[in-house]
């Protein structure tokens, strides 16, 4: 269990007794109350206690072992728990020491807890934090000077003793796939925050789906429910809930917004004692008004102004970095936006996928309760797409790909933005609907922007990823009008590819080697020929994106200034005609 959710826990549970109510009524899947068994003589009545007692460290070696082989959670010591109220806190003289090292040697594999001791309505309780058994292997714990051991786990606020094989293998089966955000975070559904609640209907209502606006219109319960934001119990938020919709003593989204690299901000949010989902509607709001917005002087486009920053590229990041974190590590997530740039970093290492596969590799979620409310609420894309939209949101308006980076233990995402360049929109809108959600054609047609060819290798390197797919995309992209084959192989025989006639004149000025001054394409038409010995019409057409009229001149020119020759046996006209080096 995190431990901010335990502090609360626990915060929550000793106001509740000091308020009136029994210790095992504020008992949970993650809190346990014990009473220090030296407290009391055989025959139950009370005694002053001692500091270290046998059967204390068995009763609560079991009791640490039951919440280890769960979710972890908390035990507090020195509460009487048929008690109510004040009276409830009778103390303990157990040395914390003691207690600690006892608990070492009666579990196996031994378990290693945390006590604090803590002073309450006079008492002095002990507070042992119990981590949550990562391993293959249930805690089990002695719980009798004769030697006697169980291995238990918690169900609702029981500790039941796992007996049979079958039992510690269905165990197993259900620790696999470990999810952070579905555990219990201690959390009641009446400890939402109203704003929070208020904030994920807003998202629902303003989505496209009909479904979503209809959901946005449950009762508080019920909304929780089809979100997925409370454990089966019907009270208990998960974690997910709990970040998403209770106060935290900290913001766990940091925005900075600056006027320029390397100067101080001259807007930063960063709100605690909110839930996380007001701090991302709070985050996006501040964005929405600090993102220019920038027209379109073309007609028909599909937009006639777009934001300087795509605002689904913004949302991706951000919706990204709070469902992939390691909520377990406590920096938030920073978000520095400097003009047209715009920066998250969430703490953590990538999960299951290297960070330059992220294209291709099948999506896991961290968190998929958290990752599956957000979906629900309209704010991610559906598993496995959201980076690909990413990619071809940023294309499609002229700007680079976004930049995935392993840095400082966390993971820095980074979009440039800017002026949207008209011909790659328009080019981008017009693709047949089979390569337009397809994140290989935006990114074919980003590499076919600054060179005049590229091939299978540069594409699957760009792309992520060596397939037959890679393959199958080619074979489409020229039925459908997009790539053609050039004239000849690459040196080493590999086929290389280049914009069709028609996408080269829509993009026009937009390709840098499209437009060109005459003494530049000469020198061009020379080092071509330098670099595979000959050179024809076809490879300047290739290589430059000219007519073929045009490239004839070039060819001729380069001739005339003495820079290529007719090659051995070459014609002197037509299709046939070929150059070489002119010292060749």
Request: with cysteine; charged share 30%; aromatic share 4%.
């Amino acid at each position: 269990m995190a431990p901010e959710f335990r502090e609360a826990e626990v915060g929550r549970a000793l106001a509740r007794i000091q308020a009136g109510e029994r210790p095992a009524d504020v008992e949970s899947e993650t809190l346990d109350c014990k009473e220090d068994p030296s407290r009391r003589g055989p025959d139950g009545a009370p005694t002053a206690g001692a500091p270290q007692f046998e059967t204390a460290g068995y009763l609560i070696a079991g009791v640490c072992a039951c919440l280890a082989n769960h979710e972890g959670g908390t035990v507090i010591v020195g509460l009487d728990e048929k008690q109510s109220g004040v009276a409830a806190f009778v103390g303990t003289d157990l040395e914390s020491a003691w207690l600690r090292k006892r608990i070492r040697q009666l579990t196996s594999p031994p378990l290693v807890v945390a006590v604090k001791q803590r002073v309450v309505e006079g008492a002095r309780l002990l507070v042992l934090q119990v981590p949550r058994n990562q391993g293959g292997e249930p805690h089990s714990a002695t719980v009798s000077k004769s030697g006697g051991r169980r291995k238990p786990r918690r169900v609702g606020t029981e500790c039941q003793e796992m007996e049979t094989l079958a039992e510690q293998l269905a165990w197993l089966d259900a620790r696999s796939g470990y999810d952070w955000s579905a555990a219990p975070s201690g959390y009641a559904i009446g400890e939402t925050r109203a704003a929070a609640i208020e904030a994920l209907r807003d998202f629902l209502r303003e989505s496209e789906s009909a479904e979503r606006r209809r959901v946005a219109d449950l009762g508080d319960v019920d909304l929780l429910r089809r979100l997925q934001l409370v454990r089966d119990d019907g009270v208990t938020l998960t974690r997910a809930g709990a970040r998403l919709l209770c106060p935290a003593k900290s913001a766990a989204l940091v925005y900075l917004g600056k006027p320029a690299a390397g100067v101080r901000a001259e807007i930063k949010v960063e709100g605690a004692g909110r839930g996380l989902i007001e701090e991302l509607r709070e985050v996006e709001r501040v964005i929405a008004g600090r993102n220019r917005t920038v027209a379109l002087p073309a007609r028909g486009l599909p937009e006639a102004i777009v934001e300087a920053i795509s605002p689904r590229v913004i949302r991706e990041a951000l919706v990204n970095a709070i469902m992939h974190r390691d909520w377990d590590i406590p920096e938030p997530i920073t978000v520095e936006h400097t003009g047209d740039e715009f920066v998250v970093f969430s703490p953590g290492l990538p999960f299951g996928v290297e960070i330059d596969h992220l294209l291709t590799a099948p999506s896991r979620t961290r968190n998929r309760v958290l990752g599956d409310a957000l979906r629900s609420l309209g704010l991610a894309e559906r598993e496995g797409t959201g980076v690909d939209r990413m990619y071809i949101e940023q294309i499609r308006l002229g700007h680079p790909p976004p930049s995935f980076q392993v840095r400082a233990g966390g993971v820095r995402v980074a979009l440039t933005g800017g002026d949207p360049e008209p011909a790659v929109v328009r080019v981008h809108a017009e693709l047949p609907a089979r390569l337009r959600g397809d994140a290989r054609a935006a990114i074919m047609i980003d590499l076919l922007r600054t060179a005049p060819s590229a091939t299978r290798t540069d594409l699957s390197v760009a792309a992520q990823e060596d397939s037959p797919e890679i393959d199958a995309f080619l074979r489409l992209a020229k039925g459908e009008g997009l790539l053609q084959r050039t004239a000849r192989v690459r040196p080493g025989g590999e086929p290389a590819w280049r914009l069709s006639d028609h996408v080269r004149d829509a993009l026009g000025p937009v390709l840098p080697y499209y437009a060109r001054s005459i003494e530049e394409s000469v020198r061009l038409v020379e080092e071509l020929a330098r670099a595979r010995g000959s050179v024809r019409n076809q490879d300047v057409q290739d290589l430059l994106g000219l007519a073929v009229v045009r490239s004839s001149r070039v060819l001729k020119e380069a001739e005339h200034q003495g820079r290529i020759k007719l090659g051995p046996g070459s014609a002197a006209r037509g299709r046939s005609v070929w150059y070489v080096p002119a010292d060749a």
